[in-house]
Each structure stands twice: as structure tokens, then as C-alpha cells.
């Protein structure tokens, strides 16, 4: 029964782009002995009993104990082989990266999202001292820490030591996401909705999440950047290219000072779907000038080791670039997302981008790339 209760909380959230878009959002139910957590690439929107995996919570703990090797890729590939180890016989899918902090979270039921006015909180400069004022000792604030293991181990640190009472419900990821539990699905719902209450208010003039157009990029366009791509990238070029001229992108297309507020990126999704920062590109005549345009994406893989997947076309519209077109819409809507912290975090001192450490972690980090993998073949999420 509390598993179909699960599927149920699960699809709420999913089924709204406020909450969750792409690869966001994970959820799970426990009991003493077992974890039902989300797999990894199963769409939160659609899920059913099928799309979690059930693993033991004694083996969980064992791993929050263990040693690790130093090297960050050693030890990513160990910590999968250990939550892998710990499914219970006949379960073959792969769980959420975020399991152990599930099972780290004391209480029953347990949503993670990544809402847009939520993160135009956490992604800002003045976002600890707002979320104080807003939540006092109802919330705990964790500053960015690489997700998956070391998020979990600090977040289990923090618990084995705490001495304020309770474990606050609300846990608030800096420039991550947002994690909510109770011991009752409509615990989780009632707290949601007084945590939006209280943020909502901050941000009256944020437009909603993308309800725009998506469509094929037309004319000499298409063909300028994929020869630009190919040339840089010595024939790496993934090839679809959509385009969004959605009246909410008109400040960051009328020229590259409107760029100041996304010179950078907000969270992992944004790195895993949307790419580390968008390139803008001067036009004339509605067209890029093909040399300015050649240097300036041989500057971003120089600069980032991975070319745009988002290109900002002066004048003309945003410009998705990926392998299918499902992989090109999850793209725009992720910038159209980052474009609304970033409007959000304005009002708060001004964004508080990831640093070019953790950037580099999430474009080489395996796990996100078999969650996006997964999610854009079957339409899931982290």
C-alpha cells in the first residue's frame, strides 16, 4: 500500500513543470529494512510500482562506513558496484545517484525536485540568509557538495551529529534542489505547499515555466552551425538544431550584456541537459557572421572541453543543439529554467553560479550520463 501511495506522490510532482523538468526530481518510501527509491531514467511523470528499485538499508548504512579510494573516478565506479550490491535478489535497474541520502533522511516518504523559485533562492547570493528568515529551524541549509556519495556521506555526518531535536523535513541543497519528507504522503504534499507559499511571494514578476514554441531552425542557419561544429570538433557534431523565439528570451538575445545573469550554471541538470553556459553569437541580418561564430565556438571548447548545446542567436532566438529532438526541447526548456533562477537570483544579490571545479565533475561524472542517456531514450528523469 505504501509503495502505490509512493507511485502516486511521484506522479504529482512529476507531472508538473514547476517542480520537476528532465532529468529532476527523485523519490522514495522505506520502511526498517528496505528502500524503494527511484531508478535512475524513469520518468517520475509515468511511473509505476516497476520504476523503483527495492534495496536493503543495512547494506546502505555498511557503504556510508566504508572507505573509498581518493581518485574521484575509482571511487564513483566503487560506490556504483556497492549500491548495486545492495539490491535485494531479482532487481536489475539502477538507482537514483541521491539513494543514500535517501536512506540518510530519517523519515518515511521523501521528494526531491529542483523548482525553479526554489533554486532562484539557492542559487543566489543572499539565499542562506533568505532561507533563514524564511524557514528559521524548519529547514536545513547544506552548501553545494559534490552530489551522489559525498553529498550523502556529509549529509550523514550532519545527522549523526545533530542536537537540535528533530531533523528538520526541509532540506535546502545549495544550487541543487530541494528535498521534502515526511512520514505520510500528505505530510509531504502540506509541507510543499507552505514551503512554495512562503518563497512564491519573493518573485511576483517571474514568468511561469516554458509554455513557448519549439521548432525547427530554418533557412542558411542550420547549415553554417553544423559546418562550424563539425570543423571545431573535428567531426563530432550531434546534429539537430531547434529553435525558441518565446517572448521571455528577448532580453538575453538583444545583445551580450543581457548575458550577465547566465555567464555560468545554476545546478547538475542544467550542466546535464542544457550544457555549462549558453554561447551568444552577434548577428547581421538576422545571420551569424560564420568566422566570429567558428572562433567563438572553438573558444567554448577550449574554455569547457565539451561544445554549446544552447547557442543565443542576436536578434533571432535560442538554438538547442543535440543528437535527437527530444535532446534539443530538453535543452531549451532547461535554459528557459536557468533564465528564470537567474531572474529570481537578481533580486537576491545576484546569481550564485557552480564553480568551474564542480562544473568539470558533472560533464565527466558517469552517473549523469547514464541518467541522461536513460532519460532522453525512455523519457525519464534523475
Not at 527523485?26 to 520518468?43: C, H, P, R
Not at 570538433?233 to 521571455?248: F, H, I, K, N
Not at 537576491?348 to 532519460?375: C, H, K, M, Q, Y
Request: hydrophobic share 40%; with cysteine; charged share 25%.
Amino acid at each position: 500500500m505504501s509503495l502505490q501511495a509512493l507511485v502516486k506522490l511521484s506522479r504529482l510532482y512529476g507531472a508538473d513543470p514547476e517542480f520537476v523538468l528532465a532529468g529532476g526530481g527523485n523519490t522514495s518510501w522505506k520502511d526498517e529494512a528496505l528502500l524503494y527509491v527511484k531508478a535512475s531514467g524513469v520518468s517520475l511523470a509515468t511511473i509505476d510500482e516497476t520504476g523503483f528499485v527495492r534495496l536493503t538499508r543495512e547494506c546502505l548504512e555498511r557503504i556510508l562506513s566504508r572507505p573509498f579510494p581518493e581518485r574521484v573516478e575509482e571511487r564513483e565506479r566503487e560506490v556504483v558496484a556497492a549500491l548495486l550490491d545492495c539490491r535485494i535478489p531479482g532487481e536489475e535497474k539502477r538507482p537514483s545517484v541521491e539513494t543514500l541520502l535517501h536512506h540518510v533522511i530519517p523519515y518515511r516518504y521523501v521528494v526531491h525536485t529542483h523548482p525553479a523559485l526554489v533554486n532562484g533562492v539557492l542559487c543566489s547570493l543572499e539565499g542562506e540568509r533568505i532561507a533563514r528568515e524564511l524557514f528559521g529551524e524548519e529547514a536545513l541549509w547544506m552548501p553545494y557538495t559534490t552530489p551522489g556519495y559525498v553529498l550523502s556521506r556529509e549529509f550523514h555526518r550532519v545527522v549523526a551529529g545533530w542536537q537540535g531535536g528533530e531533523l528538520p523535513r526541509i532540506v535546502f541543497l545549495q544550487n541543487h534542489g530541494v528535498f521534502v519528507s515526511e512520514d505520510s504522503p500528505e505530510g509531504v504534499i502540506g509541507l510543499y505547499a507552505r514551503l512554495m507559499e512562503r518563497i512564491r511571494p519573493l518573485f511576483p514578476h517571474v514568468p511561469p515555466p516554458f509554455g513557448g514554441v519549439i521548432q525547427p531552425l530554418g533557412g542558411e542557419i542550420p547549415g553554417m552551425l553544423e559546418r562550424i561544429v563539425q570543423e571545431v570538433s573535428a567531426g563530432t557534431s550531434e546534429g539537430v538544431y531547434l529553435m525558441s523565439r518565446d517572448p521571455v528570451f528577448e532580453g538575453c538575445l538583444a545583445g551580450e550584456e543581457g548575458m550577465e545573469g547566465l555567464r555560468g550554471a545554476f545546478s547538475p541538470d542544467h550542466i546535464v541537459y542544457a550544457g555549462p553556459a549558453p554561447l551568444f553569437f552577434p548577428t547581421r541580418g538576422g545571420v551569424p557572421e560564420e568566422e566570429e561564430a567558428r572562433s567563438r565556438t572553438r573558444g567554448y571548447l577550449e574554455e569547457y572541453g565539451v561544445l554549446p548545446r544552447i547557442f543565443l542567436l542576436q536578434g533571432v532566438g535560442v538554438v538547442a543543439r543535440a543528437s535527437s529532438e527530444k535532446g534539443a526541447r530538453t535543452a531549451i526548456l532547461l535554459f528557459h529554467d536557468a533564465l528564470r533562477i537567474s531572474l529570481c537570483a537578481q533580486t537576491l544579490g545576484g546569481p550564485r553560479f557552480l564553480t568551474r571545479e564542480d562544473v568539470e565533475f558533472i560533464l565527466n561524472w558517469e552517473a549523469e550520463r547514464f541518467r541522461s542517456r536513460v532519460s532522453l531514450d525512455q523519457g525519464g528523469n534523475r
